[in-house]
């Protein structure tokens, strides 16, 4: 839709462009952006034109995703089965997915961002451009602290996300439910085996995601006790607290089947 | 800047920093986009940006010039002449019914083919389609149009799958809806309006200052209450004015509900006018409010309209928030109850659900050079009944006003609802004042709602409570019926009282029972107002009913088709509720028996895709469920359509009538009609020689318009009339002369009526650990009488089977205290095409002799016994019985496998 009260556009060619003023909002895909009015956000200024690579190889093995890749760009990567099961957990159809960008995605720090649930799943780390020119490095599970709130000080940008190649190699597994087949998530559990035994990560079903690991076992049945459940249109808080149970369970076990 | 090009052609306006690329095409003149939601749900702006199908809503239309984005649209993919292969595969298929969504899915369907549309993920299309939403076909077409099946033949005569005479001209993007004004229209160059919106459900306006706003840029109108007329009157449209309460004022010094217009400013652009109203400022004065419909009618309780009166404004008791009422009984029904070897009981309740059109509601006005005349182009199924009513609000004469409607993006009764023009028309006027103080020429204004205000401020269906009380003797012969019905018509009784009664009317009289009493009322509340929606009221008693027989049967052993045959009424039985029969409706036939005989039959057969579920494993239940709803064909009290049809010597022929065409699919049974009364009179028997003027106050004298099913029964009636006269004429060797055509006229009052019968079968599964469920099987027998056209009436059923779905299931208008929480279609859950089963469409042989050709109406009906039907099987998988639409996950899960104390729900405030 048209943003009324937006009066400037810059394509954004340097870092230095990203000093962003005030009212001045980062434009990446832009659905999110262009799909809900605004009117606190007076200039757009666009990542796309700063020429981050989509996809590269780190030294180590790992992958550095560019804030600016798009969803379907890293759905169809096949660098983790992990990606393209998570688009497909996304409401957005295809066209919006070539469009919207995996930094846009967490950035907006939906409950029910499925680049969100898989990037915590893999424990990735969120690298972040500050204002003063340096750079903060933040898991991405801490990155989101609830719906539509993130962990990002005004004018921070968020430039890329880093996996480990042994996260990456991983066995994985990601479930979800929602009210109908390909409507928003209700509830989105991805499971990562790690040597530390199974990485479980809850999201949609809560306002930030809940890692279930270590010391908060997955397989505990108390793990999930003291969890807020979100509240919105796409699902009762009682009946997605029952539904992630079951699907933490059914994660496990897929982790524990491909384990065997 | 680079500049982009469009289907070939170089547009070098600059755009606004924040416009998206679907205005920015719009007002280059590229039409073919539509606007569905403005917010990446629905597809109907898709266009191809260098080969890559977008939701042109979502691309800033600043980076798409910046990089010189060659862009098409459906327009440009092909012409009516040479169509695109996709287009004509739409043609072929006829997977169109309104046609709004259909440019956005043929240029999406285009890019899949041309393989331009990668990196995709390679996924089924139930994924793949899930960004284009239809709300009329229920999709069942549009598979076959993007499978490449053929469904129509040649345009003919009655009985034939005549294609749509605008299907060209849509699915190349060049029909022209309401606001796609060409740009030498005379209101083309127009201003544009936007409301102010009350944050709270119920409040006194103390100041409102608009000073600001009427200096802020571009603005040249600010309305308040100080401007409004104070004439009362109700956003419904019928026949009669009196049908409804005079609750509505066009801008009140109270609201009633949050979101409730409070202003309106005019500027030169949305985005000034959006400006200019988040500077008027508004002192209210917060009123107690009440939201639940049962605490509304108890003593003490906030008042809606409390400074109204009964008998001035129509409204039944308004210091009881009661706007509408029926009590009555017929026999003895604590007799028959106690006589009953079986009882039954049981209290059903339904959401908010939306008509989700696809177009919006919209209207442009302005004062015509010519005639003087104040024009209204909106988008209605009754432009008459909106002219006589603007006329009276606004106290001008009746021929001081022309309301004509465009093609229709959609209807399903929310188009039957004064809810646009009388905005723009005022404003029109206040403007015209001032153009002429400065001896100015008169702007139009336009004013388009978007979709959160079709969500939060546009009437909805009447949520309903509805409890039920049956009896039956042992052999499964009713003694009794007992229903006590609650609707909640929100803060306006816009079409309270005409849904109350219908919706106890055919669902209570489909079965013959000596003892019936029913109690039924409509209260206010201070919510966004419930109104008109296909079926009218009977989907919600239906579902109480159906779902309460089917209870009583298993009592008594006997099937649910069984106990249906022993029960319903027969030609001779008069139509029974709680008092006197109605003396105009007829029954004919033996459709509503043949329509079980036939769902029972197919239900037996076989699923379509017996392997998809691993039944077992998954803990799924199977069952089976049907439900039955009857319809008059015809509205009661009087329902009146015109027609003439002129033979030219030219060998032309012209059409006027006035109803409206929004994807009903009158304009094409019109034209059957016609052809097949000239048949042999060449050279006007040909079809393409026929032209229509139609959905105009000008163009014929009075059509009450196109609701309540009547575009083939009664404007129907009126063309076949007009059409038999001049075959007539033409007959007796009259021929026209260049200076006079050969004119006949012919009208049709709406009466006597007959009824028409649904039955809807499903076999599902439910999962009680998540509450899912699945339909493996959907079978809807119809009795339409005869068929004047198959594919349409099959497409008119589908549409109306995925509508029901959705209440039945997903879709809900969730409130909070007031406040609308669903504020988006992602929000809302409409069916997407992964969402709606194939369903087995069954037609019962009959003739109805009343009907034009013996045809029956058939397109509000089939929405009625869907989702009874739905519910009955879960009854049966499970051995729980639902009691609330709609059946979503939560829902069911909370029923067939919560703890054993349910929670309250949580999310979902509903009556
Ligand atoms: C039809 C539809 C369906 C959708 N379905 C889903 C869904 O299922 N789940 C979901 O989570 N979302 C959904 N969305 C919302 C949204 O489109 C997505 O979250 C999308 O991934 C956002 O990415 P984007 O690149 O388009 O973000 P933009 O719209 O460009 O930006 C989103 C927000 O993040 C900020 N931002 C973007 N990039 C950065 C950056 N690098 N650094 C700092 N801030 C940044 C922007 O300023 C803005 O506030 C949907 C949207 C639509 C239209
Ligand atoms: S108008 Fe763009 S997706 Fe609906
Ligand atoms: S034909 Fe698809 S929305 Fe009307």
């Known amino acids: 839709m048209d943003l009324g009260t937006v009066t400037s556009f810059r394509s954004a060619r340097t870092r230095a462009d990203l000093d962003l003023a005030l009212g001045e909002a980062p434009l990446a895909g832009g659905t999110w952006l262009m799909s809900t009015p605004h009117p606190q956000v007076s200039g757009l200024v666009d990542l796309t034109t700063l020429g981050w690579p989509d996809l590269e190889p780190l030294p180590d093995g790992g992958l550095r995703i560019g804030a600016t890749c798009p969803i379907a760009t890293l759905a169809t990567s096949g660098r983790s089965a992990l990606f393209a099961r998570g688009a497909a957990a996304l409401l957005m159809s295809f066209k919006v997915q070539q469009v919207a960008t995996v930094g846009g995605n967490v950035c907006l720090g939906l409950p029910a961002a499925a680049m969100t649930s898989v990037l915590a799943g893999l424990a990735a780390t969120a690298v972040v451009w500050t204002p003063d020119g340096a750079e903060r490095r933040v898991p991405v599970a801490e990155l989101v602290v609830g719906d539509h709130r993130t962990d990002l000080a005004p004018g921070e940008v968020l430039r890329a996300l880093e996996v480990s190649p042994a996260m990456l190699a991983a066995p994985s597994t990601l479930r979800r439910i929602a009210l109908t087949e390909h409507g928003r998530s209700a509830a989105v559990v991805v499971g990562v085996a790690t040597p530390a035994g199974p990485r479980v990560v809850v999201t949609a079903s809560t306002p930030h995601p809940v890692v279930l690991h270590g010391e908060r076992d997955p397989r505990d049945p108390r793990a999930l006790d003291d969890v807020a459940w979100f509240d919105d249109p796409h699902g009762a808080p009682d009946w997605r607290a029952a539904m992630t149970a079951r699907l933490v369970a059914e994660v496990v076990a897929d982790l524990d089947r491909s384990a065997a | 800047m680079s500049g982009l090009t469009v289907d070939g052609v170089p547009v070098d306006a600059a755009p606004r920093p924040g416009q998206c690329l679907r205005t920015y095409l719009r007002e280059a003149g590229h039409l073919a986009v539509k606007k569905g939601c403005d917010a990446g749900?629905?597809?109907?702006?898709?266009?191809?940006?260098?080969?890559?199908?977008?939701h042109s809503c979502l691309v800033p239309a600043a980076r798409a010039v910046r990089d010189g984005a060659c862009v098409t649209t459906a327009a440009g993919l092909g012409t009516p002449e040479r169509p695109h292969p996709v287009q004509q595969r739409f043609l072929d298929a006829q997977g169109f019914q309104c046609g709004f969504c259909t440019a956005g899915l043929v240029v999406t369907a285009a890019a899949l083919e041309e393989g331009d549309a990668s990196p995709r993920p390679d996924a089924a299309a139930d994924e793949t389609w899930k960004g284009n939403l239809c709300r009329c076909t229920g999709y069942r077409s549009i598979r076959d149009a993007l499978a490449g099946r053929t469904n129509v033949g040649p345009a003919?005569?009655?009985?034939?799958?005549?294609?749509?005479?605008?299907?060209?001209?849509?699915?190349?993007?060049?029909?022209?809806?309401?606001?796609?004004?060409?740009?030498?229209?005379?209101?083309?160059?127009?201003?544009?309006?936007?409301?102010?919106?009350?944050?709270?459900?119920?409040?006194?306006?103390?100041?409102i200052d608009a000073t600001a706003a009427l200096a802020s840029p571009g603005v040249r109108l600010v309305l308040t209450h100080r401007d409004a007329p104070a004439t009362l009157y109700s956003t419904a449209r019928h026949e009669s004015r009196l049908d409804d309460p005079d609750d509505t004022r066009l801008l009140d010094d109270v609201v009633r509900f949050h979101g409730q217009r409070v202003a309106v400013v005019v500027a030169a652009s949305v985005a000034e006018a959006e400006a200019a109203a988040r500077l008027v400022e508004v002192d209210y004065e917060v009123l107690p409010h009440v939201v639940d419909p049962e605490a509304a009618r108890a003593p003490g309780a906030p008042l809606v309209h409390g400074d109204k009166d009964a008998v001035t404004h129509r409204i039944s008791e308004p210091h009881r928030n009661v706007v509408a009422q029926t009590h009555g009984e017929v026999g003895d029904v604590e007799a028959g109850l106690a006589a009953a070897h079986a009882r039954v009981h049981g209290t059903w309740r339904t959401a908010r659900v939306t008509h989700v059109a696809l177009e919006t509601h919209g209207a442009v006005a302005w004062l015509d050079e010519h005639d003087g005349r104040l024009h209204v182009r909106t988008s209605t199924q009754v432009p008459f009944l909106v002219r006589d009513e603007l006329a009276h609000v606004l106290g001008l004469p009746r021929e001081q006003v022309r309301v004509h409607a465009a093609r229709v993006g959609g209807g399903f009764g929310g188009k039957q609802e004064m809810l646009v023009e009388d905005v723009v028309a005022l404003a029109v006027l206040r403007l015209a004042e001032q153009a002429r103080a400065r001896g100015e020429r008169p702007p139009a204004v336009q004013l388009d709602l978007t979709r959160e205000q079709q969500l939060t401020q546009v009437p909805v269906r009447h949520p309903m409570r509805v409890e039920v009380e049956l009896g039956a003797d042992a052999e499964g012969v009713l003694t009794a019926m007992r229903l006590d019905v609650l609707s909640d018509t929100g803060a306006y009784g816009n079409h309270a009282a005409g849904v109350l009664f219908h919706g106890v009317h055919e669902s209570v009289a489909l079965y013959r029972c000596a003892s019936k009493r029913v109690d039924a009322e409509a209260v206010y509340t201070h919510?966004?107002?419930?109104?008109?929606?296909?079926?009218?009221?009977?989907?919600?008693?239906?579902f109480a009913i159906e779902s309460a027989l089917d209870d009583l049967a298993r009592e008594l052993g006997l099937t649910p088709a069984e106990i249906r045959r022993r029960n319903v009424v027969r030609p001779g039985d008069g139509l029974i509720v709680n008092g006197p029969a109605d003396t105009d409706v007829e029954l004919h036939g033996d459709g509503v028996l043949q329509c079980l005989d036939l769902v029972e039959a197919a239900l037996g057969e076989p699923d379509a895709a017996p392997d998809a579920l691993d039944l077992d494993g998954g803990g799924w239940l199977v069952g089976e469920g049907l439900a039955a709803a009857m319809i008059a064909t015809?509205?009661?009290?009087?329902?009146?359509?015109?027609?003439?049809?002129?033979?030219?010597?030219?060998?032309?022929?012209?059409?006027?009538?006035?109803?409206?065409?929004?994807?009903?699919?009158?304009?094409?049974?019109?034209?059957?009609?016609?052809?097949?009364?000239?048949a042999g009179h060449a050279p006007w028997d040909e079809p393409h020689r026929l032209r229509v003027h139609a959905s105009d106050t000008d163009a014929c004298v009075h059509d009450t318009g196109a609701y309540g099913s009547t575009g083939s029964v009664v404007a129907g009636g009126a063309v076949a009339a007009a059409a038999r006269a001049l075959a007539e004429r033409l007959a007796a060797g009259e021929r026209p002369t260049p200076d006079a055509p050969l004119r006949a006229e012919g009208s049709h009052h709406g009466t006597p009526r007959s009824v028409a019968y649904n039955v809807h079968g499903v076999r599902v599964a439910v999962r009680p650990a998540t509450g899912e469920l699945r339909i493996l099987r959907?079978?809807?027998?119809?009795?339409?009488?005869?068929?004047?056209?198959?594919?349409?009436?099959?497409?008119?059923?589908?549409?109306?089977?995925?509508?029901?779905?959705?209440?039945?299931?997903?879709?809900?208008?969730?409130?909070?205290?007031?406040?609308?929480?669903?504020?988006?279609?992602?929000?809302?859950?409409?069916?997407?095409?992964?969402?709606?089963?194939?369903?087995?469409?069954?037609?019962a042989d009959t003739h109805d002799p009343l009907g034009p050709g013996g045809a029956k109406s058939m397109s509000e009906a089939p929405y009625n016994p869907v989702a009874p039907a739905v519910a009955n099987a879960v009854r049966d998988a499970t051995g729980r019985r639902p009691h609330e639409l709609p059946m979503s996950r939560d829902r069911l899960w909370r029923l067939l496998d919560a703890p054993a104390e349910p929670a309250e729900p949580t999310t979902r405030e509903t009556p």
């Open chain 2, 41 to 54: 749900d629905c597809g109907a702006c898709t266009v191809l940006v260098d080969g890559a199908p977008r």
């Open chain 2, 156 to 207: 003919g005569g009655l009985g034939t799958s005549t294609p749509a005479p605008a299907g060209p001209e849509i699915v190349t993007g060049r029909a022209a809806y309401t606001l796609d004004l060409p740009p030498d229209h005379p209101a083309a160059a127009r201003l544009h309006a936007v409301l102010v919106t009350s944050p709270h459900p119920h409040a006194r306006i103390r100041r």
């Open chain 2, 527 to 542: 919510q966004p107002p419930s109104g008109a929606f296909r079926g009218y009221g009977l989907g919600q008693v239906v």
């Open chain 2, 634 to 678: 015809i509205p009661p009290r009087g329902h009146h359509a015109t027609a003439a049809l002129a033979a030219h010597a030219d060998g032309t022929l012209l059409l006027e009538v006035g109803s409206a065409e929004f994807g009903n699919g009158s304009a094409t049974v019109h034209r059957q009609i016609v052809a097949e009364a000239l």
């Open chain 2, 778 to 843: 959907s079978v809807h027998a119809a009795d339409a009488g005869r068929v004047l056209n198959p594919e349409q009436l099959r497409g008119q059923i589908e549409g109306g089977v995925a509508q029901a779905l959705g209440s039945a299931l997903t879709e809900e208008i969730v409130l909070r205290d007031g406040v609308v929480t669903t504020r988006t279609l992602r929000d809302y859950r409409v069916p997407q095409l992964g969402d709606v089963p194939e369903t087995v469409v069954l037609l």
